[in-house]
């Protein structure tokens, strides 16, 4: 698992970053959360909190998810991406109500500095609850069904599966996070019971030679939620701005996700878990494709900082926001242009 040395690549048209190295970027052991004994899973804070407070990126080894739910929907989503695009158009995200289903090549534009569109492809679920379900009813648009396509047969079983099992994961994650927070371990448990989770299934077609800055595979942005998880193909494209200002190329490693902090993590900490810009260019001529999970909250879950992270010295420094609002405000202005 060890990185390559670390190298400045230019990529052309202005595409300038480092090759990743494990000090970059940190490999942590989730094993120890996976124990029954309380003393042991405490040893992963001081390792997650300075990967938090540093970078806002780290590897997750040993994280538990098996590696056959991985690659059956791995292999679910290239052959829904091979698909004509007429196909998968029968569920646009802005044809349905709650905000599910595919986006296209070129449907939003995550920088929102550049005048381009994100090329990629991609397909959104979310909770899978029912028509009747009193959140949907009210009209919150991260509830309800999803918007699951004909073909292929297996699609939704896979991609179903996938994020009820990161979903259980999350909770666990929390717990780790409030560890890493000096927090009670269970903090986050109160508000993680419909909690605010999206997945989405990204293909990332090869670049072509005529691409310019305007137009890569999604743009600079920084995830909205608590956190997210990367599951990425063995093709090179994620990259995070580094604290420093360069951009490092988040390396492949099989067997692990990426997990990087969103808005609302360094919101409710006060500043003290960074949330990191990132983007994608797949500058290879082979076909990529991710799984990312964002993880929010209960979506009516509301704070202006964790108790830990505010002092005398260091007072909140935003107003109190929910999470389902937080949501709300940042999809709108990247996939509704609101």
């Given at each position: 698992?060890?990185?390559?040395?670390?190298?400045?690549?230019?990529?052309?048209?202005?595409?300038?970053?480092?090759?990743?190295?494990?000090?970059?970027?940190?490999?942590?052991?989730?094993s120890p959360m996976l124990s029954s004994d309380p003393e042991i899973r405490k040893q992963i804070a001081p390792a997650l909190r300075k990967a938090c407070t540093d970078v806002?990126?780290?590897?997750?080894?040993?994280?538990?998810i098996p590696d056959a739910v991985i690659r059956r929907a791995y292999q679910?989503?290239?052959?829904?991406?091979?698909?004509?695009?007429?196909?998968?158009?029968k569920r646009h995200y802005m044809?349905?109500?709650?905000?599910?289903?595919?986006?296209?090549?070129?449907?939003?534009?995550?920088d929102?500095?550049?005048?381009?569109?994100?090329?990629?492809?991609?397909?959104?679920?979310?909770?899978?609850?029912?028509?009747?379900?009193?959140?949907?009813?009210?009209?919150?648009?991260?509830?309800?069904?999803?918007?699951?396509?004909?073909?292929?047969?297996?699609?939704?079983?896979?991609?179903?599966?996938?994020?009820?099992?990161?979903?259980?994961?999350?909770?666990?994650?929390?717990?780790?996070?409030?560890?890493?927070?000096e927090l009670p371990e269970t903090y986050f448990d109160a508000m993680y019971t419909k909690p605010m989770s999206r997945m989405r299934a990204c293909y990332y077609p090869p670049q072509q030679p005529d691409w310019d800055l305007s137009k890569i595979g999604i743009g600079a942005h920084r995830d909205y939620?608590?956190?997210?998880?990367?599951?990425?193909?063995?093709?090179?494209?994620?990259?995070?701005?580094?604290?420093?200002?360069?951009?490092?190329?988040?390396t492949p490693i099989d067997g692990t996700f990426v997990i990087n902090l969103g808005n609302l993590m360094q919101r409710w900490s006060n500043d003290v878990f960074l949330s990191r810009p990132h983007r994608v260019v797949n500058l290879t001529t082979e076909h990529r494709y991710s799984i990312v999970q964002f993880f929010g909250v209960d979506y009516?879950?509301?704070?202006?900082?964790?108790?830990?992270?505010?002092?005398?010295?260091?007072?909140?420094?935003?107003?109190?926001?929910?999470?389902?609002?937080?949501t709300e405000d940042q999809v709108a202005q990247t996939y509704y242009k609101k």
């Open positions: 698992m060890s990185m390559s040395s670390e190298t400045i690549v230019d990529a052309g048209k202005g595409i300038r970053f480092k090759r990743n190295t494990s000090d970059i970027i940190p490999v942590l052991d989730f806002g990126f780290f590897y997750l080894v040993n994280h538990g679910a989503m290239q052959r829904y991406f091979a698909l004509p695009a007429a196909e998968k158009m044809s349905t109500p709650n905000h599910r289903g595919y986006v296209g090549n070129g449907d939003i534009n995550a929102h500095e550049l005048k381009g569109n994100d090329m990629h492809e991609a397909f959104e679920a979310a909770h899978d609850l029912p028509e009747d379900d009193p959140d949907y009813l009210k009209g919150i648009k991260f509830y309800g069904p999803n918007q699951w396509p004909d073909a292929p047969p297996e699609f939704a079983s896979a991609l179903g599966t996938y994020f009820d099992t990161q979903l259980e994961f999350g909770k666990t994650m929390l717990r780790a996070f409030a560890l890493a927070l939620e608590l956190f997210t998880t990367v599951w990425q193909s063995p093709q090179p494209g994620l990259q995070v701005k580094g604290v420093g200002g360069d951009w490092v190329e988040v009516d879950a509301t704070l202006d900082a964790f108790p830990t992270c505010v002092t005398e010295e260091r007072p909140a420094r935003y107003p109190p926001i929910s999470c389902g609002k937080n």
